[in-house]
Nanobody
Framework: QVQLVESGGGSVQSGGSLRLSCRVS?????????MGWFRQAPGKEREGVAM???????GYTSSVQGRFNYSQDNNKNTFYLHMNALKPEDTAKYYC??????????????????????WGQGTQVTVSS
């Protein structure tokens, strides 16, 4: 059984930085799979933020391009979301997700909520102006 445990998040002022971590136990997502970060703000649909896969492809939604960075440490079974230059509009609950199937990051950005089978518990990120 695949389990995802998130850590990080919190409250920062506009322009600040945070790092989210997602540790994966079980499964083989780092050898053959996809991983990603999603977020959901109050009253809005969940959206894809950053995606990666086991063959090294990475993708970002346009609103975070150049500010957020996805990375993964296969030895630690952990992937990360480094968030810089945070804006109030980044305020949301952030979820990590994974699947042991490989999808193109662009596909996950559009359909990841339906495709990803394993999800973390979510962590709140609040950015004040």
């Amino acid at each position: 059984q695949v389990q995802l445990v998130e850590s990080g998040g919190g409250s920062v002022q506009s322009g600040g930085s945070l790092r989210l971590s997602c540790r994966v136990s079980g499964g083989n997502v780092f050898s053959t799979g996809s991983m990603g970060w999603f977020r959901q703000a109050p009253g809005k649909e969940r959206e894809g933020v950053a995606m990666g896969d086991s063959i090294g492809r990475i993708g970002y939604t346009s609103s975070v391009q150049g500010r957020f960075n996805y990375s993964q440490d296969n030895n630690k079974n952990t992937f990360y979301l480094h968030m810089n230059a945070l804006k109030p509009e980044d305020t949301a609950k952030y979820y990590c997700a994974a699947d042991d199937r490989v999808f193109h990051p662009d596909t996950l950005m559009r359909m990841g909520s339906e495709l990803m089978r394993y999800w973390g518990q979510g962590t709140q990120v609040t950015v004040s102006s």
